[in-house]
């Protein structure tokens, strides 16, 4: 059996998964294959975009014998090389998070969490952005399908406040959203 594998697959036709295979140069030589740092980072931008940060963590917790240089040194060439973008992470990350019902304080922290400087974060989220308000509301709607009890000071009524705010909607949208639907 080993035999007929050899004949079907000779080991020069072979690709070995530890070193990349690599393609000629036009003078003959060729390219060095990608260190693991490299391939770990770029499979994670793979998958989706990373902060520059997201990435030094996640190198740092893989590879723990690596130097901060080293890291610091793979990730800057994926950076010069278009590669990795904080820019790009931080305008798919408001896009993806608002999608999912989170409103700025909130999107806000996660982005300075993860290591996305002030300018891009103004440059990308807005805190009197106008999707704010109808988010908010059709949250409370959301919330509001069997409540009976819509005075306000209710139980309810404070239930859904806390909700808001966890979800980082500024306080005059949460107000204006819950003034619609609760009767004083």
């Not at 409103?103 to 993860?114: E, M, P, T, V």
């Not at 106008?130 to 009890?149: G, Q, T």
Request: proline share 5%; charged share 30%; aromatic share 8%.
């Amino acid at each position: 059996m080993m035999a007929v594998l050899k004949r079907m697959f000779p080991p020069s036709s072979c690709v070995n998964d530890a070193a990349e295979s690599a393609e000629s140069t036009e003078g003959g030589a060729r390219a060095q294959p990608a260190p693991p740092l490299r391939r770990f980072a770029m499979d994670s931008l793979a998958r989706r975009e990373h902060s520059f940060v997201e990435l030094q963590r996640k190198l740092r917790t893989k590879y723990p014998d690596a130097s901060f240089d080293e890291i610091d040194a793979q990730l800057g060439r994926l950076r010069d090389q278009g590669l990795q973008s904080d820019a790009r992470f931080a305008e798919s990350y408001v896009r993806y998070r608002k999608s999912r019902g989170f409103a700025y304080h909130h999107i806000r922290s996660d982005l300075l969490g993860r290591g996305v400087s002030e300018s891009l974060i103004e440059a990308n989220l807005f805190e009197d952005d106008e999707d704010w308000l109808p988010m908010a509301e059709a949250l409370v709607e959301k919330k509001l399908l069997s409540e009976s009890d819509l005075s306000f000071g209710s139980k309810s009524h404070l239930r859904l406040q806390r909700f808001l705010d966890a979800r980082g909607f500024p306080p005059r949208v949460t107000r204006r959203a819950l003034d619609a639907r609760f009767t004083r």
